[in-house]
């Protein structure tokens, strides 16, 4: 079983729409991070969590909110999304600032 | 802009040749470096990496290599393998901005049989 998962693993949607992505861990990890990945970019920080009631703006976070429900589950939502936020989403956790692991990613279009 | 660059986003060799990654940063306070490989439908994993007090770390076919002075730093696979074909990241982190990781916008690497 995978140690980190996401859902869904695709997803199109329509602009203005609220959506939601979800990460869980098995791993027993502290922090827990959301990347973007858009092509020639790398990966961009949006939000991360230290712990349950520490969260964190990435480089990125505009547009986006994110909500730690639990050590294991960290969610990622766009309130209205737009056509410039269509990208791979991955989730990543780490015990400490240990090396991160990183779940499959999400395909997220907006139409 | 980006601290961290891979100014080639593509790489091909042949098998058994040796693959070079390089990758350049801009913040000086950027105190430990990592290499991670991705492969297409899956998340990114951790390859190798090296804190700014070395200048080499050498794991199986892989080293990676810091040039501190001139903000540099490589990554060499030998011999290459058709299995290493993937999206290869740079990324850097320092523990004064609480070990956030900036990555770079990746390589391509193709190991032609």
């Known amino acids: 079983d995978a140690d980190v998962t996401q859902t869904p693993r695709n997803r199109i949607t329509k602009t203005g729409k609220r959506i939601m992505l979800e990460c869980s861990q098995t791993k027993g990890h502290d922090r827990m991070y959301w990347y973007r990945q858009d092509p020639g970019l790398g990966l961009q920080l949006i939000y991360y969590?230290?712990?349950?009631?520490?969260?964190n703006k990435g480089e990125i976070s505009d547009g986006y909110s994110v909500s730690r429900q639990a050590q294991a589950k960290f969610s990622l939502s766009l309130e209205s999304a737009i056509p410039n936020q269509t990208a791979l989403y991955f989730c990543a956790t780490s015990k400490g600032a240990g090396e991160q692991f990183f779940g499959p990613g999400t395909r997220l279009t907006v139409l | 802009d980006q601290q961290v660059k891979q100014n080639s986003p593509s790489l091909s060799v042949q098998e058994g040749r040796i693959s070079i990654l390089n990758c350049d940063y801009t913040n000086s306070m950027f105190d430990y470096f990592l290499w991670y490989k991705k492969y297409p439908a899956e998340g990114p994993t951790f390859l190798i990496s090296?804190?700014?007090?070395?200048d080499k770390n050498e794991d199986g076919r892989f080293t990676v290599f810091l040039n501190k002075s001139a903000k540099h730093l490589s990554l060499h696979i030998v011999p290459s393998q058709p299995g290493d074909s993937a999206v290869y990241f740079c990324a850097a982190r320092s523990r004064a901005a609480g070990n956030k990781l900036t990555f770079g916008g990746g390589t391509r690497v193709l190991v032609k049989p």
């Open positions: 969590s230290f712990d349950v009631k520490d969260i």
């Open positions: 090296i804190s700014s007090i070395k």
